[in-house]
């Protein structure tokens, strides 16, 4: 049996208690389950704990934001302890690679550029990202995409950095005839998707694999 006798400041406990728990259920005679758990493992909890919190938000329930929000730390804090055992990486390693990546990121705030909109904030992010990445092709750009997006918001990130490279260019991206607005386009994609159900034809698997082959053309 593991003692955990941290007694919480001011009735709650912090960042560095809830640390300290994910360590000791890592440590011998922790939790059997916690210690064979591997980056690999983790990867469908973290992307349920994701999904968790964003239903939590858009249910507008701070309670449940509460939880879920401790759910992806705890996500984050285990693959920083994993790392740590294996002698790759530490805690200290990640919050210093995300503030430095914050404050390059950020020169329209921490720097000589400016920004007078979240319009321009964010072009400025994009031009300091690809920058940091040392990217100068959409080749480069497009292989950045992760591969296990689902297949539409893949072919939607690839689609915008086609457009934003295009105009970049002086020129613009053929588009196809699409409704103007998001009830009507839903309805079309739904069609699409009900004809291919029909046919026996999975569009996921359909959509990943052509943008995979013919848009990103990865290896």
């Known amino acids: 049996m593991i003692s955990f006798d941290r007694t919480p400041e001011d009735g709650k406990y912090k960042f560095y208690d809830l640390y300290e728990v994910i360590r000791l259920l890592r440590s011998p005679g922790g939790c059997p389950w916690d210690r064979v758990q591997t980056h690999r493992t983790l990867i469908t909890p973290m992307v349920e704990e994701a999904y968790e919190l964003v239903d939590a938000i858009e249910k507008e329930r701070d309670d449940k934001?509460?939880?879920?929000?401790?759910?992806?730390?705890?996500?984050?804090?285990?693959?920083?302890?994993?790392?740590?055992?294996?002698?790759?990486?530490?805690?200290?390693?990640?919050?210093?690679?995300?503030?430095?990546?914050?404050?390059?990121?950020?020169?329209?705030?921490?720097?000589?550029?400016?920004?007078?909109?979240?319009?321009?904030?964010?072009?400025?992010?994009?031009?300091?990202?690809?920058?940091?990445?040392?990217?100068?092709?959409?080749?480069?750009?497009?292989?950045?995409?992760?591969?296990?997006?689902?297949?539409?918001?893949?072919?939607?990130?690839?689609?915008?950095?086609?457009?934003?490279d295009a105009e970049a260019r002086g020129s613009s991206a053929d588009t196809a005839d699409v409704p103007d607005?998001?009830?009507?386009?839903?309805?079309?994609?739904?069609?699409?998707?009900?004809?291919?159900e029909a046919k026996g034809l999975n569009p996921e698997t359909a959509l990943r694999r052509y943008v995979d082959r013919e848009i990103i053309k990865a290896d």
């Open 65 to 164: 934001l509460v939880e879920e929000l401790g759910d992806v730390l705890l996500q984050v804090i285990f693959h920083t302890i994993i790392g740590a055992e294996e002698g790759k990486f530490t805690f200290d390693d990640v919050t210093d690679r995300c503030t430095r990546k914050m404050l390059f990121r950020h020169s329209h705030v921490f720097g000589e550029d400016t920004a007078a909109n979240a319009g321009e904030a964010l072009e400025n992010w994009e031009k300091r990202k690809t920058n940091e990445k040392g990217f100068d092709s959409l080749e480069q750009k497009l292989r950045d995409i992760p591969r296990n997006y689902p297949a539409l918001y893949k072919a939607y990130k690839a689609a915008s950095k086609i457009r934003k």
């Open 181 to 196: 607005n998001e009830e009507e386009l839903g309805k079309q994609l739904y069609e699409i998707v009900r004809a291919a």
